[in-house]
């Protein structure tokens, strides 16, 4: 339902369903697969205000600049937040805009941020009434319980998040080898939690409850969900569109 001027009604946006897009790697981050970003504009509202999060690279100016060039002619307002906002500058801003994409880099760092500058309860918040939350490797993957992450420097490994989605969730799933043999590895031995695995080139979206879009930008990029089977083995599956996801925590 949206007005004639082509911007939702405030009630009606904060009305909307919860949007969590997570994709293992690409976009204008990276400079590559740009139907990414298509796919990403797709889940929110027409001509939106969008922000970007550069936590996780530190603020990289470079990959500042790629957001306000690529999105130039996306949005009605584009906005970056910086690292120095505090917690009630973050839940202002997060009342300003209607897509956020939050940028890959060090996974650990962004989620330490986030905690101990009391970024994480706005970002839940907003990410529950409707704002679309999307995200790039780290940038889509602290949402989870856990995820598989080499961010500590010490190869990969089981990193908490926050916890709002239940379950794992691994990025550069096709590109990157030794993290499909960790991640299934973590899994069997009981380290990781039924996970979710995605290619590079490929995304997700989360609803409050089910898988409710895919994209596949690149040939045979796709989503994975791997689940424990006996002691000694694990389960691969592709993810279906309307799949029932984990769930999300209290």
Request: proline share 4%.
């Amino acid at each position: 339902m949206y007005c004639v001027s082509g911007r939702c009604d405030y009630k009606v946006k904060r009305m909307a369903q919860m949007k969590l897009i997570s994709i293992g790697g690409g976009g204008f981050t990276h400079s590559s697969h740009p139907d990414l970003d298509t796919f990403c504009l797709r889940h929110t509202v027409p001509n939106p205000r969008i922000g970007f999060v550069g936590v996780a690279s530190g603020d990289n100016q470079t990959k500042i600049n790629r957001f306000y060039q690529h999105f130039e002619h996306c949005g009605a307002t584009l906005d970056h937040l910086p690292l120095t906002a505090c917690d009630i500058l973050v839940a202002q801003w997060l009342e300003s805009v209607d897509l956020v994409y939050f940028g890959g880099g060090n996974t650990a760092r962004m989620i330490e941020h986030f905690e101990t500058n009391g970024w994480s309860v706005p970002l839940i918040q907003a990410a529950r009434r409707g704002v679309t939350m999307a995200g790039v490797s780290a940038g889509g993957v602290f949402w989870f319980e856990w995820c598989l992450s080499n961010a500590k420097g010490n190869g990969l490994q089981p990193l908490r998040g926050l916890g709002l989605l239940r379950g794992g969730i691994c990025p550069h799933y096709s590109s990157e080898p030794l993290r499909q043999s960790s991640l299934r590895a973590a899994v069997r031995e009981n380290t990781m939690p039924t996970s979710y695995a995605i290619d590079d080139g490929a995304a997700m979206v989360f609803g409050a409850d089910t898988v409710i879009d895919l994209c596949s930008a690149a040939p045979g990029a796709g989503c994975y969900q791997i689940s424990g089977g006996q002691e000694t083995t694990h389960q691969t599956r592709a993810v279906s569109l309307g799949d029932r996801h984990l769930g999300l925590l209290d």
